[in-house]
């Protein structure tokens, strides 16, 4: 089992800045993957960034270059710096950990913090 806390979601003007956070319960060492996801009504929820235990990252074709994805193990806590925001980016935005297990796969998810970028 692990617990996510997010913060820093917000409002904020298209091309403005704004920094995810994500603390687990748990050591990000006992954790496969750390991701950040995002949903907008009527739509599935969709990854945005993903980090890995050995700290390989992958993006979104729609954020790459503007967002940066980072952990701080020593603080159990991922980051999702996103700049040059677009209001397209405007969404709930959910932390994700993956937890790969003798008998499974295991997604554990965060409440949500909104990001809604104006234009």
């Known amino acids: 089992q692990v617990q996510l806390v997010e913060s820093g979601g917000g409002l904020v003007q298209a091309g403005g800045s704004l920094r995810l956070s994500c603390v687990a319960s748990r050591s990000l060492f006992s954790i496969n993957a750390m991701g950040w996801y995002r949903q907008t009504p009527g739509k599935q929820r969709e990854l945005v960034a993903q980090i890995k235990s050995g700290s390989t990252t992958n993006y979104a074709d729609s954020v790459k270059g503007r967002f940066t994805i980072s952990r701080d193990n020593a603080k159990n806590t991922v980051y999702l710096q996103m700049n040059s925001l677009k209001p397209e980016d405007t969404a709930v935005y959910y932390c994700?950990?993956?937890?790969?297990?003798?008998?499974?796969?295991?997604?554990?998810w965060g409440q949500g913090t909104q990001v809604t970028v104006s234009s």
């Open positions: 994700n950990a993956l937890i790969v297990a003798l008998y499974g796969e295991y997604d554990y």
